[in-house]
């Protein structure tokens, strides 16, 4: 796999939406090609899988079979295959959110999670390798700021609808994910100005070297 796979990650209204848009722009205009994408989704199997997981009332165990589904099916029909042909994989949320939200909001066991990512996310090229993101973009933003973003804004679902204590475990929880993974992860302050936010994105990027 010779792409470059970035996944954006973040509570509920850390406004991570528009720099994914501008990212894939940015990697264009030097001739990439990109794949823009989301989890739960992708794939019109794991967008089926989606509406359940944010309309439906279900345990967390569910909720992290029915994602890691979602993301078997979006990992052999699209990422794989992209990276493979050397494309640009820009992942709206990856398993990052599943340890964030099922793991550390939801109280699913972490180390379970852990043999599940190990499970969906072995290779297809038989490397031995996870298929995992080359850079993951975490957008931190209080809860309580990303609650009065995110108040009045659309009819919020399952998880948007959860109380700010909620957001403060699953902040948590990526805090955790980061630290696990020092080497893939980038904190970006979303707490600033849309482009400070956009301004630390680019930067993040370019110290790997991908722009
Ligand atoms: P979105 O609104 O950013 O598209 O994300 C969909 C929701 O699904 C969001 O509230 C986070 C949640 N989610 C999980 O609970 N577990 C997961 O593994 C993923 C990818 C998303």
């Known amino acids: 796999m010779n792409g470059t796979f970035i996944s954006f990650e973040g509570i509920d ?3 991570k939406s528009t720099h994914i848009d501008s990212l894939a722009q940015s990697f264009r205009a030097q001739g990439r090609v990109v794949t823009l994408t989301r989890e739960p989704g992708g794939t019109p199997l794991a967008e089926q899988l989606r509406q359940m997981v944010l309309n439906d009332p279900m345990d967390a165990m ?24 050397g494309e640009v994989v820009l992942c709206d949320r990856f398993t990052d959110a599943t340890f964030a939200y099922q793991g550390a909001g939801r109280g699913f066991d972490w180390q379970t999670l852990s043999v599940l990512e190990s499970w969906v996310q072995a290779n297809p090229d038989q490397s031995g390798r996870l298929v995992q993101p080359d850079l993951t973009l975490w957008f931190d933003l ?3 700021i990303a609650a009065q973003r995110l108040a009045g804004a659309r009819v919020p679902d399952k998880f948007e609808s959860q109380p700010q204590a909620f957001f403060e475990k699953v902040a948590n929880g990526y ?4 630290a696990a993974d020092t080497e893939r992860f980038a904190r970006i302050d979303a707490n600033q100005t849309p482009a400070a936010v956009w301004s630390d994105v680019e930067q993040a990027v370019r110290s790997k070297g991908f722009l």
Do not use: C, K, N, W
């Open 62 to 85: 569910t909720e992290a079979l029915l994602v890691f589904a979602a993301r078997r099916d979006h990992i052999r029909q699209v990422i794989a295959p992209a990276l493979a042909r």
């Open 175 to 178: 805090a955790l994910r980061l």
């Open 13 to 15: 209204g850390a406004g």
């Open 142 to 144: 209080p809860a309580s």
